[in-house]
T-cell receptor, first 115, second 116 residues
């Protein structure tokens, strides 16, 4: 079965500095991977997804993630944090087709941005 | 605006009471899901549906029931609420076909349930 591990439960950065959120996955096949963001008291919103095309995936709000098969990682980065980036972030992996409607969520990483 | 709507947004129950959470989507999505979110545990799947009239158990189904009588609605029921069911519940939906962009979930804003 597929799974993801988010290596940091909490990340604190200063505004204008880079953000790195780490995610490792476990899968016996070529997975589909996602990053979702959840702002306080809101639902989850898709940031970006990887589906075996380009290994560097660009998402919304300046975020990007790189799929590294050799390291089984899908880390999320942003060059310069903004106050509005304060939120919880989830790394997600989907099962293989035809069961790709089944998703496994990481435990989440809370990002705090200091002024 | 098109999307997923959950009602109610907040509810407080006493142990043993029953209630139903309603999820409605207007995107003609085939798949619908109910998740619960607890601190440090991410989202865990309670039940899901791959189409009208069908439901299936997820990771943590005990104490919950669901129904999908209409394609656009997915109901989550608690027959006898317990304090362990205090959580934030999220509904989500997606299209059937797994072409690019189609297997992305659209989430509702959540329903916060407290069981005393």
């Amino acid at each position: 079965a597929q799974s993801v591990t988010q290596l940091d439960s909490h990340v604190s950065v200063s505004e204008g500095t880079p953000v790195l959120l780490r995610c490792n996955y476990s899968s016996s096949y070529s997975p589909s991977l996602f990053w979702y963001v959840q702002h306080p008291n809101k639902g989850l919103q898709l940031l970006l997804k990887y589906t075996s095309a380009a290994t560097l995936v660009k998402g919304i709000n300046g975020f990007e993630a790189e799929f590294k098969k050799s390291e089984t990682s899908f880390h999320l980065t942003k060059p310069s944090a903004h106050m509005s980036d304060a939120a919880e972030y989830f790394c997600v992996v989907s099962d293989k087709p035809p069961n790709d409607y089944k998703l496994s969520f990481g435990a989440g990483t809370t990002v705090t941005v200091r002024a | 605006n098109a999307g997923v709507t959950q009602t109610p947004k907040f509810r407080v129950l006493k142990t043993g009471q029953s209630m139903t959470l309603l999820c409605a989507q207007d995107m003609n999505h085939e798949y619908m899901y109910w998740y619960r979110q607890d601190p440090g545990m991410g989202l865990r799947l309670i039940h899901y549906s791959v189409g009208e009239g069908t439901t299936a158990k997820g990771e943590v189904p005990d104490g919950y029931n669901v129904s999908r009588l209409k394609k656009q609605n997915f109901l989550l029921g608690l027959e006898s609420a317990a304090p362990s069911q205090t959580s934030v519940y999220f509904c989500a939906s997606r299209h059937l076909l797994s072409y690019s962009g189609a297997n992305v979930l659209t989430f509702g804003a959540g329903s916060r349930l407290t069981v005393l």
